[in-house]
């Protein structure tokens, strides 16, 4: 099975600060990785899938990098409305499509 | 606008077998898409259960596969879950989810609301 890590498990920045999560695959997965947030109470929402492509929609200030087992998520300019729990995710092959633990992302 | 809802009971007996249904509207069950149900224990995080294509082929997490039946009713745009032999750790928010392409597959795009399933007696 396929294990993923996240860091740090939570943050908190200001409004208008870089926000950055790291994700580690425990094998090379190529690009299949996506990026997800969810709020409290609501279902997850895809903002980042296949590393680095950016779901209609969302917007620019979500980017996403990487390839093999080592990928990042930014924030570019963290506003209040991102208060929530991101999670990356691999899909290299089925079966076992995995989640990381997630990333709690709050307001200093 | 694809639109996901699951239903099915809000509470199931310990070794008891829990079942849902997902109904997708706004888009057919029958296209290009692979379609997922994804669980969530409370305050914890996501595990992804299997996923169904509209042939019928499934695909299982190894984890839960000895216990995880998913099925299609192309007939009435939907597909469903079954759990049996359920524990208290099987207590979670069961979504299901749609794969955003053959290429994609695994990238979930539309997500239903999500029900919680208690295990209990």
């Known amino acids: 099975d396929i294990q993923m890590t996240q860091s740090p498990s939570s943050l908190s920045a200001s409004v208008g600060d870089r926000v950055t999560i790291t994700c580690q695959a425990s094998q090379d997965i190529s690009n299949y990785l996506n990026w997800y947030q969810q709020k409290p109470g609501k279902a997850p929402k895809l903002l980042i899938y296949?590393?680095?492509n950016l779901e209609t929609g969302v917007p620019s200030r979500f980017s996403g990098s990487g390839s093999g087992t080592d990928f990042t998520f930014t924030i570019s300019s963290l506003q209040p409305e991102d208060i929530a729990t991101y999670y990356c995710q691999q899909y290299d092959n089925p079966p076992g499509f995995t989640f990381g633990p997630g990333t709690k992302v709050d307001i200093k | 606008q694809v639109q996901l809802q699951e239903s099915g009971p809000g509470l199931v007996k310990p070794s008891g077998t829990l079942s849902l249904t997902c109904a997708v509207s706004?888009?057919?069950?029958?296209?290009?898409?692979?379609w997922s149900w994804v669980r969530q224990p409370p305050g914890k995080g996501l595990e992804w259960i299997g996923e169904?294509?509209?042939?019928?082929?499934?695909n299982y997490n190894p984890s839960l596969k000895s216990r995880v039946t998913i099925s299609v009713d192309k007939s009435k745009n939907q597909f469903s879950l079954k759990l049996s032999s359920v524990t208290a750790a099987d207590t979670a928010v069961y979504y299901c989810?749609?794969?955003?392409?053959?290429?994609?597959?695994?990238?979930?795009?539309?997500w239903g609301q999500g029900t919680l399933v208690t295990v209990s007696s």
């Open positions: 706004g888009g057919s069950i029958s296209s290009s898409n692979w």
């Open positions: 989810a749609r794969g955003k392409g053959i290429a994609a597959r695994g990238a979930f795009d539309y």
């Open positions: 296949d590393a680095s």
């Open positions: 169904i294509y509209h042939s019928g082929s499934t």
